[in-house]
């Protein structure tokens, strides 16, 4: 069993950063596709940026510019960094792992991140 563990989010003025972070508990960057996804109230989980095992990197068009997908294989952690945050990116976001060659697939617990004046 895989463990995913973000951390990061928190409340910050709308034009703000901030860097999610995702601990993951098994060295799996080399077979499993990791994702951000978001969840605002009301609205169904959309994916936010994806990164494959190959590091073939893609965003949703509402974040693109703003939003960067990275993995640091020492730490086994893979990270958001979010820029000029808007009020529409309010959500919890959470982290994902799906292998690339079967339905497995782990999810984090989720962090809020809101933005708000």
């Known amino acids: 069993q895989v463990q995913l563990v973000e951390s990061g989010g928190g409340l910050v003025q709308p034009g703000g950063s901030l860097r999610l972070s995702c601990a993951v508990s098994?060295?799996?960057?080399?077979?499993?596709?990791m994702g951000w996804y978001r969840q605002a109230p009301g609205k169904q989980r959309e994916l936010v940026a994806g990164?494959?095992?190959?590091?073939?990197?893609n965003y949703a068009d509402s974040v693109k510019g703003r939003f960067t997908i990275s993995i640091d294989n020492a730490k086994n952690t893979l990270y958001l960094q979010m820029n000029s945050l808007k009020p529409e990116d309010t959500a919890v976001y959470y982290c994902?792992?799906?292998?690339?060659?079967?339905?497995?697939?782990?999810w984090g617990q989720g962090t809020q991140v809101t933005v708000s004046s």
């Open positions: 994902n792992a799906h292998h690339q060659f079967s339905a497995t697939t782990f």
């Open positions: 990164i494959t095992s190959g590091s073939t990197t």
């Open positions: 098994a060295k799996i960057f080399s077979t499993y596709h």
